[in-house]
């Protein structure tokens, strides 16, 4: 009776067996892979500057005009230059993705000074050497636009461009005449100094580092042109019966290094990645 069963129950634990070897193997299911998102940088920014200012004159002219005659003669400066300056500026701007934005900015050179000469006859020599020397400043307000290159850690290069108008301020235009063989100078003249605004536009790079979230450094180059325009007026000079000026500057070129600083408002970003929820653990079924 036994062994009967024993028989019984090794004869159904090897069916179970076999039934259980049929059954199908659990499948693994994987989660998706975590997808890495960088957060956007978006808003509204206020930016301070201040640049170093290389200014390169593109030249001067001026008329003559002789009295009885009215005759006009064209005259050009022999030599022109102007002294390096400063220029200091603030704006607001819009950034619209992680690579767009823009600004509006407004820019004040401090005072420069103009030098020079034009070679001729002079009320006390055939020949002699007329020197002038007047002080000018301007600022410039001009709409730009950027493409941020991409960020690299903290760092963000950039290339921008820029168009809108400066107010250029002449004070003046100190004219003497000297004779070259050193017999004497005409008394000093002065051009009364003329104003206007004029066309710019401007080319910048540079790259911005981010100081905190919201507070980006601003390191660059910016060249800014200015057209030409009035720069004086003019005199009357009894001795040689005639009319000089006006005068006219034939615009700028000016090489400037930039830094300063911008702050963003809202989500400034700093290239973070986006908080993404931990991957599920695989699923059997």
């Known amino acids: 009776m036994k062994k009967l069963m024993w ?37 509204w920014y206020l930016r301070g ?32 230059k102007l002294d390096n300056s400063a220029s200091i500026g603030a704006g607001v701007g819009y950034q619209f993705n992680n690579y767009l ?3 509006v900015t407004l820019d004040y050179t401090f005072r420069t000074t103009f030098n020079g000469s034009t070679q001729g006859g002079c009320g006390v020599s055939t020949a002699c050497t007329s020197r002038d020397i ?33 107010h250029v301020s002449w004070d003046g235009d100190n004219n003497t005449s000297c004779a070259n063989d050193g017999s004497g100078c005409d008394p ?21 580092i981010d100081v ?34 006006p005068g006219f500057d034939n615009g700028f ?5 930039r830094g300063g600083l911008r702050y963003q408002f809202g989500n400034g970003g700093c290239g973070e990645v986006a908080q993404v929820p931990p991957a599920p653990m695989p699923v059997y079924k």
């Not at 000093?188 to 790259?207: D, K, N, V």
């Open 134 to 166: 007047a002080h000018m400043t301007m600022f410039s307000l001009l709409a730009n636009a950027y493409v941020d290159l991409g960020t690299y850690g903290s760092v963000t290069p950039y290339v921008g461009a820029g168009l809108g108008a400066t």
């Open 212 to 245: 905190t979230c919201n507070v980006k450094a601003d390191l660059g180059y910016r060249y800014r042109h200015v057209n030409g325009g009035p720069m004086f007026g003019s005199i009357y000079f009894s001795g040689s019966q005639a009319n000089v000026g």
């Open 49 to 80: 500057d201040a640049s170093y200012s290389i200014m390169k004159m593109r030249g001067a002219h001026y008329f003559i005009t002789q009295d009885g005659t009215g005759t006009v003669d064209n005259g050009t400066f022999d030599t022109t």
């Open 188 to 208: 000093t003249f002065q051009h009364e100094g003329r104003e206007s605004w004029r066309f710019t536009y401007a080319l910048m790079a540079g790259a911005s």
């Open 7 to 43: 028989s019984a129950i090794a004869a159904a634990m090897l069916g179970a067996s076999a039934q259980a070897a049929d059954l199908p193997q659990p499948e693994v299911v994987q989660a998706p892979p975590v997808e890495v998102q960088v957060a956007s940088v978006s808003g």
């Open 101 to 103: 934005r823009s600004d």
């Open 253 to 257: 070129d000016i090489h400037e290094v």
